[in-house]
């Protein structure tokens, strides 16, 4: 990418953070594709494959406008993750590798009324029990194991399955993205196989950069907002992580194959294998669509399951005090059909976050005046960010932003550079409390595998796609 002319380009507010590469820069290119970073995010994203990989995006039948990248980005399965690209409904194409593997990864944030001093003492024993409470790894839900009834109920509604379990409430379902259930779910295109992964996984966190943790309100950034939202200064929230676990993952697999087994039915040719798609009005496309909100249904009832959980480790280390309350749940790895520009899209967000302004009529009837909240994960051992989506979003991203601080160094190059003994001495020193069965998985995720959060949270607020509200700092955490 070091020979291509590459110039800032869009809105004039946006202008120095975002990169183009015109759609003239190929000849398979069918729209322009724009990257939001500072100069030294984009020296890092000219590093890898990422940039080639949403060129190749470009190329996807049907898509509309442009191709987007977020200041996180690094490279992906097929699409590089922080990639957005929105498919036109009469031709456009439906690619599993724009959603991921793990459907519907997502994050919620949990807020409760104690203060920093309140967890005192407690604090280790509390993350020790949220460690024992929440399953892990490999490790299946031994409380929580779906018959095939039960399993096609959470495939078909979300976390709307479980009120009636007790494990949600109706106001859970108010403050999760699209009410913790997509419409067009169809449980009978779900494989034998995923649901055989899956049907004891509900409850459950995984691994990788899955977390639950203890956070802290450390400042505050936008003080109307965060009345809006519930926040206060040294306020103990609870940020969760996690997503459709083995049974998302079987489902990307088994659509990866089958659509790249029609592809060449339909006469489409891509760049790259990975990318393998189907029309969106196909049978194969109307069938993976089917079992990808199923799948994201399940992860949003995952979430919601160790919400639970969390919500009576509370109880128990601070009896009715601990209470704990949703301020939000997003997910960011999924393909929703959205209107934009008076046109509906199938919008496909791989490592990125919607973020929908005051005006959007899907943000929260209580968050108008501020938008919908957005949660941006740092690493364990530095800060996280709650943003709000902005209107301008919508034009300039297909109300879109960055979900994390994305990976610097890859998994293996992380656990080469530092052990997971010295990444948790690390974190001790920091007073950060940390669980986590595998000290390789521990490398894997250590701070210096991540960019720098602050950094990347400034480019999407510099570029008006989302503003930050405030600034969390983990105390306590549980990784898979």
């Not at 995010?41 to 996807?60: F, H, K, P």
């Not at 031994?142 to 509604?157: K, M, N, T, W």
């Amino acid at each position: 990418m070091s020979d291509l002319a590459v110039a800032p380009t869009g809105p004039a507010r946006a202008a120095p953070w975002l990169h183009e590469i015109p759609a003239s820069a190929r000849r398979d290119m069918r729209v322009p594709a724009r990257v939001y970073a500072d100069e030294f995010l984009w020296e890092r994203i000219r590093g890898d494959a990422s940039l080639t990989q949403l060129m190749n995006v470009a190329t996807l039948p049907g898509v509309h406008d442009a191709v987007y990248a977020m200041p996180d980005v690094h490279e992906g399965y097929g699409f590089p993750v922080g990639g957005v690209a929105a498919m036109r409904v009469e031709d456009g194409v439906v690619s599993p590798g724009g959603v991921g593997y793990d459907i519907n990864c997502g994050v919620r944030l949990l807020v409760s009324e104690l203060d920093r001093k309140a967890l005192g003492t407690r604090l280790e024993s509390l993350t020790h029990d949220l460690s024992r409470s929440i399953p892990s790894g490999w490790h299946a839900n031994p409380e929580l194991q779906l018959g095939p009834a039960d399993l096609d109920r959470v495939l078909r509604e979300g976390s709307a399955a479980l009120v009636d379990r007790g494990l949600a409430t109706p106001e859970d379902l108010t403050y999760t993205e699209a009410g913790g259930s997509l419409a067009g779910a169809d449980p009978a295109a779900v494989s034998d196989r995923a649901r055989s992964r899956g049907h004891d996984q509900l409850g459950t966190m995984g691994s990788g950069n899955h977390f639950v943790e203890i956070e802290v309100v450390d400042e505050i950034l936008d003080a109307a907002a965060a009345t809006v939202f519930g926040l206060r200064q040294g306020q103990v929230c609870v940020l969760i992580h996690t997503g459709s676990r083995g049974l998302g993952h079987q489902v990307c697999t088994d659509y990866v194959r089958l659509m790249g087994e029609v592809m060449p039915r339909y006469g489409i040719t891509l760049p790259d294998p990975q990318l393998a798609c189907a029309p969106i009005d196909s049978p194969e496309g109307q069938r993976y669509l089917g079992a990808m909100c199923a799948a994201a249904n399940f992860a949003f009832a995952n979430r919601q399951v160790i919400t639970d959980a969390v919500r009576d480790a509370f109880g128990r280390a601070f009896g009715e005090s601990g209470g704990l309350r949703l301020l939000y749940d997003v997910a960011h790895n999924i393909a929703k059909l959205e209107e934009h520009g008076g046109r509906k899209l199938w919008v496909h967000r791989k490592g990125a976050t919607r973020a929908f302004g005051p005006t959007h009529p899907e943000t929260p009837v209580a968050y108008r005046s501020a938008g919908q909240p957005v949660f941006i994960p740092g690493s364990m051992g530095t800060a996280s960010y709650v943003l709000a989506g902005t209107d301008a979003a919508l034009a300039g991203s297909f109300g879109s932003t960055c979900h994390g601080a994305g990976r610097a160094l890859s998994r293996r190059a992380a656990k080469r550079a530092q052990s997971g003994g010295e990444v948790r001495k690390i974190l001790e020193d920091q007073g950060i409390v940390v669980r986590c069965p595998s000290s390789a998985g521990l490398a894997e995720e250590s701070p210096e595998a991540y960019k720098d959060v602050h950094r990347v949270v400034n480019v999407v607020e510099q570029a008006g796609l989302a503003r930050r509200v405030a600034r969390l700092r983990p105390v306590g955490v549980v990784k898979g």
